[in-house]
């Protein structure tokens, strides 16, 4: 009972640290938690662990997206389009998940966190400077969108519906299949293919997130791959995300988001090497 205790409340530990980093920076926080589950479980199919970081994942999104909900930051129109462009890829990443070798998941999660590296340390280095938004355009395919949000603040973009489809469909197939909600690689999809403001960009990504971690979730159950062990590391790592993710909000305008970032990139690039030496 001791032992179980313990390993309870490090799992809640775990999850605070988890959601208070990734609000810090702005991201869903999977691609933080998936890898520290490969390296605390070392012996589980990756098809459970997964699992695991997506249910945990759905209570993390579920709960911030209302957050940006209630300020008007989520376009839910875009947000539901793009969701479902996204749905078949999410099925079909999930099934793929249990289709692999342990050791080749590793390998193929070691390689994209060490791309998610360098994606972040360019983040870096453009996080200060402005970005230019084009103004609405009327050309094929590209839809035009406005949003109020609750400060009063309207934004006018435009999107290109007909790139969204496969670039989501692609989206959600590598996010179930690695495991994590998404967010950090829809944010920036959002912003520099899409065009969106990003204030708009980092509510809507909630909202697909939470729709693509519900599916994978409900796939994962159909599959059977949530055992009673599995179950309860969700409810605790759960459990500290929830409590982790308002320590961040608190923490979040006294730091600097070019430090996280930089940190980020740090820490990502060592624990992908570190899996792939592992591997190899």
Known sequence: MPSMALSTFCLVALGMAV??????????????????????????????????????????TFSTTA?????KMVDFKSGLFFGAAALPGAVLGVVASGAVSREFFELLFAVFLIGLALFAAHTSRRESAPRKISLPSSRRGWNVRKTAT????????????LLAIPLFFALGFMTCCMGIGGSALM??????????????ATGTARFIAA???????????????????????VVAIGIGMIIGARMGARFSVRIRRVWTFRSLAVVLALVGIRMVLAVL
Do not use: Q
């Open 211 to 233: 729709i693509l971690t519900f599916t994978a979730t409900a796939t994962h159950l159909g599959m059977g791959s949530f055992g009673h062990a599995a179950l309860l590391r």
């Open 187 to 200: 944010i920036p999809a959002f912003i520099y293919i899409l065009n969106f403001p990003i204030f708009i």
């Open 67 to 71: 957050a940006y909900a209630k300020l």
């Open 150 to 161: 609750a400060y009063g603040i309207v934004f006018e973009y435009d999107c290109n519906r």
């Open 19 to 60: 959601s208070s980093y990734a609000t810090l920076i702005g991201a869903g926080g999977g691609f933080i938690l998936m890898p520290l589950l490969l390296l605390l479980f070392p012996h589980d199919n990756p098809h459970e662990l997964t699992a695991i970081s997506l249910s945990c994942m759905l209570i993390y």
